[in-house]
């Protein structure tokens, strides 16, 4: 896995030098964190969610990351007015399914935004990404119910069908567009007790599909980056508030190169 | 009140193994600091506010906030609503009326929400609390104008009228239900320099309600436990941006035997 | 310059001691840092965005910020409805444009609260500043996309159509009534990479014209302030997460003292 380490490498050092901008259409939850941890690798966040300006504005940006964390029914036909132009400009788009599952506002919602727009990637943990199959997944709240294992195969099978790369993540991130297979070691058990983890994961990614065009490998090594964020960090910090202060830190100070040393990928297609 | 402080130290253990979810309905500038809090305390935080989905999100609560803090008319329709279903089900619900007082839509609200749904705890500073018996109490902003020491003869009263826990916090917290009256002293200054606090404190009273039958003994119990993070918080920082981040470390490290060594409480019945 | 400083000094003191009530009607992304800088810095911050309540909250208001960061029409109409109240008690109106000149709903947000209330100060990037006078400047997404320098000229002008105090800052911030024009070097390079830095900027102006009626030497003084604590917080701090805690802390510890040795100004009319 050394050309996609080199890759990392690679997309890392475009993001600083392009500073995309990353179009968020995303929960009231995350949002500052986010914006920062965008700022921080080198991207160039905007929050906009009217829908009277979603069109103008992603028709500005690199990437459009559409997640239904704090979702009303405005927020949806926001999010699939701009997830439509995205696709028609081809500008990747990358749905966190939040809670999915866990309510049918949610489950509905998700499932509304594969069919209606172009999803390049969808990232949640397992119960969130299975619950996009099926209705007798239940979640409980945001958090997973199912191992990252468990979900290989169906994930595989669901990639194909959904037609988008799917990132399953947890302790071990797993990420297939349904052929391809690649899991993703690097993090810190810290990183879940931190609120909207997840979802700086999804941005993080955002950043690294604004550079490159191959969704499986912008998604590994999005994840690569950003779980290699969370073991720095953790040197510095032994709990949750210092930690996700850490984490910021370190999106801006790892170097290509650290990256380019600190990935840890399986290929297990 | 050593039997309270043991009571603080097996919550404080039961949040930690249970990771009751806690159901948000609150203010947008809170949300990312109280949900952090709960997750670093041990609790799973989950934040929603469709008047579609609050329904269903609340029925696998342990526990519902409500905080009123940045206020439509929307979110008023989704508290109602949630707290009915919450109130059915016999989740325990703690309302944080935030600048009641201040604004005649902020204090019909808090009244509003307090009649129509079986409200656990109330939550605020003296004059917030006062508010909520007559509309003479005009309130600066979100700050008390009333002391805690005013307070405690009305605030008995109004425990009674609004069959509800009041806790009245400040630099002494004021606990009643009418009959029993507690203070809880811990805490520190630096926590009034830092937005939310309060509402922290709130959710933190949410979380101890999850795993604590009892209102009078979880809200004091929880507000000890808060203050305390306050307190060792302060012995790590000096400043208000250093304080909120220790404050969430605290959360996390301090254990449930730190806990009973530390709280102090004062039966005042 | 030396009584600038001094005035400096004096402001800082009287928000210490006088602790305003700043309202804000701002974007989620900065609600809580914003809130956070002004508890700091010793002013009183209170969020409220609710059109039946905007015209009670800003009646207490020592200053009302307006932030188009995360715009929908409902806002748009409670931003005109507190401002027109705010107007008619005098109270101080300073205008955040975020994004003007990206989007049609920003830039005629903007221009319409100017043209329906009476804005003291409008805070913005140069490209968001020029925008407010012709459509043919497009930003790109929140960023500038012009120099201070380029502005100058222009600002003077503008200033004087508006009828506004304009505070254009970048590297070098540059404030002009159309006659008057101050620069103000404080400040760091690590503030760009904190999401909502201009934002901060906006609300300790805000805390600033709640001391002083001159709005020119408010906003100088203000952003003097607030430059020097990023050059404080990067004696602590050399990556993003870490120097935004520390501009917190900055804004609380620095006394009047440290701030009159500090300004940078520079009297360019």
Redesign the interface.
């Known amino acids: 896995m050394k050309s996609l380490s080199e890759k990392a490498a690679r997309n890392l050092a475009a993001i600083r030098k392009k500073k995309p901008?990353i179009h968020n259409i995303t929960?009231?939850?995350?949002?500052?964190?986010t914006?920062?941890a965008l700022?921080?690798m080198g991207a160039?966040?905007?929050?906009?969610?009217?829908s009277?300006?979603v069109e103008?504005?992603v028709s500005?940006?690199g990437a459009l990351v559409l997640n239904i964390?704090?979702?009303?029914?405005d927020w949806i036909a926001s999010m699939i007015k701009a997830g439509k132009k995205a696709s028609e400009s081809k500008t990747p788009i990358i749905l966190d399914p939040v809670?999915s599952g866990?309510?049918?506002?949610?489950t509905s919602a998700a499932k509304r935004i594969i069919r209606e727009t172009r999803v390049s990637v969808i990232r949640g943990n397992a119960s969130e990404i299975l619950s996009l199959r099926q209705d007798d997944s239940k979640t409980?709240?945001?958090?997973s119910i199912h191992s990252v294992e468990a979900a290989t195969g169906s994930a595989k099978i669901l990639a194909g069908e959904l037609e988008s790369v799917l990132a399953v993540t947890g302790p071990t991130d797993l990420i297939t567009d349904g052929q391809q297979v690649i899991r993703v070691s690097n993090g810190h058990p810290l990183m879940?007790?931190?609120?909207?983890t997840g979802c700086t994961a999804t941005v993080t990614i955002g950043a690294f599909l604004s550079v490159d065009q191959n969704p499986v490998s912008a998604t590994a090594t999005g994840l690569a980056f950003f779980g290699l964020a969370g073991e720095v960090a953790a040197k510095n910090a032994s709990?949750?508030?210092?930690f996700?202060?850490?984490?910021?830190?370190?999106l801006?100070?790892i170097t290509p190169e650290e990256l380019l040393r600190g990935c840890k990928f399986e290929d297990c297609t």
Do not use: C, Q
């Not at 964390?69 to 029914?73: A, I, K, M, R, S």
């Not at 866990?102 to 949610?106: N, P």
């Not at 709990?239 to 210092?242: D, E, H, I, V």
């Open positions: 901008l929960n009231y939850v995350v949002m500052n964190y914006a920062n700022l921080a160039s966040p905007v929050m906009a969610h009217a009277n300006e103008e504005m500005f940006a964390g704090t979702l009303t029914d809670g866990a309510t049918s506002l949610r409980k709240g945001v958090d879940g007790y931190v609120t909207g709990a949750p508030g210092s996700m202060i850490a984490m910021l830190d370190a801006y100070t």
